[in-house]
């Protein structure tokens, strides 16, 4: 369902640049990110159109964009394609803006449709350098999209060397930007709903995707010495899995932690997360290799200190001491003692979560909106004509 809102901010931003984002994912991360980023924009006087997957999880939230559900992993949606196609070719969109690392195979198909509407320039938030499951023709399929692209975002400055020696990105195409809460709407529209809690736990929740990379297995090994120094401490786990879970719930059972630490193998509704992140004394993030976080982004816009691993741009965000504890990846005792200390020290956990407070409203999706706005218009000024430029490439 579209907003009646954003008919109205089409309408009356003529003088804005024309934009399509392209996100093909419904739910999660991705489109989070892109939802902000395109109300910001739209909000600062652009037509911004989204194309996303069916069942666009924020379909029913305020916003002054139009959204239109295209994609469906499951089955063809033929008219939903034409409508796009129309869409664009009466749109004409300036910059088209292609939003993930899940599907590049389907970028290329859409860059090669699009790149005929004439004057559109592409540009490219990955967001993930790589999809969460890596095939062979990967590799070779980004590089091709990336030389197409005229200018690269990435959510981490640790990210910028991996795009420029795999996949041969000049750096003066690259533009690096922090994330924002991407669930600042769920605290304005969403009555949370509260997680089953004992009282008096201390709750401590690592929420997202669950996969390899994460290093759950490592916060699972860490938890009897956090629970042995904060009895009172709960753990919980909570996301949708991408990876076999049997070996985390037998580590929970060989552990004997099956009553202390809670694993919610699902993807939770807005109002849960709400509820989850509400009742957690911290965050933690134990990922072993990766490029950035949402999750850490919302954790800071909950108010909540951070622990994580010096991997994927963590500590580009988080500041150790500051605004949270940053310790070595796969290292059980390191971040045990962290969740410990952050637990049981009042005065350094009150000092942090202040803290948290003031970096949160540091970062504003309203300021990577005009960065944003400024590398589009930079890449509509090189050359007279964009398609030109482009055509060049082949």
């Given at each position: 369902?579209?907003?009646?809102?954003?008919?109205?901010?089409?309408?009356?931003?003529?003088?804005?640049?024309?934009?399509?984002?392209?996100?093909?994912?419904?739910?999660?991360?991705?489109?989070?990110?892109?939802?902000?980023?395109?109300?910001?924009?739209?909000?600062?006087?652009?037509?911004?159109?989204?194309?996303?997957?069916?069942?666009?999880?924020?379909?029913?939230?305020?916003?002054?964009?139009?959204?239109?559900?295209?994609?469906?992993?499951?089955?063809?949606?033929?008219?939903?394609?034409?409508?796009?196609?129309?869409?664009?070719?009466?749109?004409?969109?300036?910059?088209?803006?292609?939003?993930?690392?899940?599907?590049?195979?389907?970028?290329?198909?859409?860059?090669?449709?699009?790149?005929?509407?004439?004057?559109?320039?592409?540009?490219?938030?990955?967001?993930?350098?790589?999809?969460?499951?890596?095939?062979?023709?990967?590799?070779?399929?980004?590089?091709?999209?990336?030389?197409?692209?005229?200018?690269?975002?990435?959510?981490?400055?640790?990210?910028?060397?991996?795009?420029?020696?795999?996949?041969?990105?000049?750096?003066?195409?690259?533009?690096?930007?922090?994330?924002?809460?991407?669930?600042?709407?769920?605290?304005?529209?969403?009555?949370?709903?509260?997680?089953?809690?004992?009282?008096?736990?201390?709750?401590?929740?690592?929420?997202?995707?669950?996969?390899?990379?994460?290093?759950?297995?490592?916060?699972?090994?860490?938890?009897?010495?956090?629970?042995?120094?904060?009895?009172?401490?709960?753990?919980?786990?909570?996301?949708?899995?991408?990876?076999?879970?049997?070996?985390?719930?037998?580590?929970?059972?060989?552990?004997?932690?099956?009553?202390?630490?809670?694993?919610?193998?699902?993807?939770?509704?807005?109002?849960?997360?709400?509820?989850?992140?509400?009742?957690?004394?911290?965050?933690?993030?134990?990922?072993?290799?990766?490029?950035?976080?949402?999750v850490l982004a919302s954790a800071f816009g909950f108010g909540k200190p951070v622990i994580a691993t010096r991997v994927?741009?963590?500590?580009?965000?988080?500041?150790?001491?500051?605004?949270?504890?940053?310790?070595?990846?796969?290292?059980?005792?390191?971040?045990?003692?962290?969740?410990?200390?952050?637990?049981?020290?009042?005065?350094?956990?009150?000092?942090?979560?202040?803290?948290?407070?003031?970096?949160?409203?540091?970062?504003?999706?309203?300021?990577?909106?005009?960065?944003?706005?400024?590398?589009?218009?930079?890449?509509?000024?090189?050359?007279?004509?964009?398609?030109?430029?482009?055509?060049?490439?082949?």
């Amino acid at each position: 369902m579209e907003s009646s809102n954003a008919t109205d901010a089409l309408k009356t931003a003529a003088d804005g640049l024309r934009i399509l984002f392209i996100a093909p994912a419904p739910r999660a991360g991705t489109v989070q990110y892109t939802h902000n980023l395109a109300d910001a924009l739209a909000q600062r006087g652009h037509r911004v159109v989204l194309a996303t997957g069916v069942g666009f999880e924020l379909a029913d939230y305020p916003r002054s964009y139009e959204a239109i559900e295209v994609f469906d992993r499951y089955r063809p949606r033929p008219l939903r394609l034409l409508r796009f196609l129309w869409t664009c070719l009466t749109f004409r969109p300036q910059v088209v803006h292609l939003q993930g690392a899940q599907h590049p195979a389907l970028y290329i198909l859409l860059w090669a449709m699009l790149r005929m509407l004439g004057s559109t320039c592409f540009v490219y938030t990955p967001q993930d350098v790589l999809p969460n499951s890596l095939r062979p023709y990967h590799i070779r399929a980004f590089r091709y999209l990336y030389a197409r692209m005229r200018h690269v975002f990435l959510n981490a400055k640790q990210n910028e060397a991996l795009v420029i020696d795999n996949f041969g990105v000049l750096p003066d195409r690259i533009t690096v930007l922090p994330i924002a809460d991407l669930t600042a709407f769920v605290r304005k529209h969403v009555i949370p709903e509260p997680p089953d809690i004992p009282p008096g736990k201390k709750v401590v929740l690592c929420f997202g995707l669950i996969e390899p990379r994460k290093g759950i297995h490592t916060l699972l090994s860490a938890a009897p010495e956090v629970l042995r120094q904060v009895p009172e401490a709960l753990l919980l786990i909570v996301g949708k899995p991408l990876m076999d879970i049997a070996p985390l719930q037998r580590q929970l059972t060989d552990l004997g932690l099956l009553e202390r630490v809670r694993l919610v193998p699902q993807y939770v509704s807005f109002a849960q997360m709400a509820g989850y992140f509400s009742a957690a004394q911290l965050l933690v993030l134990p990922y072993e290799n990766g490029w950035n976080s949402g999750v850490l982004a919302s954790a800071f816009g909950f108010g909540k200190p951070v622990i994580a691993t010096r991997v994927g741009g963590f500590d580009e965000v988080v500041q150790d001491e500051v605004t949270g504890l940053l310790v070595p990846a796969k290292d059980p005792a390191a971040l045990a003692q962290a969740i410990a200390r952050l637990l049981i020290d009042e005065e350094l956990y009150a000092r942090m979560a202040e803290n948290v407070q003031v970096a949160a409203r540091n970062i504003s999706w309203e300021a990577i909106a005009r960065t944003t706005e400024a590398r589009y218009e930079d890449v509509l000024g090189i050359g007279a004509n964009c398609a030109v430029s482009q055509a060049r490439q082949h």
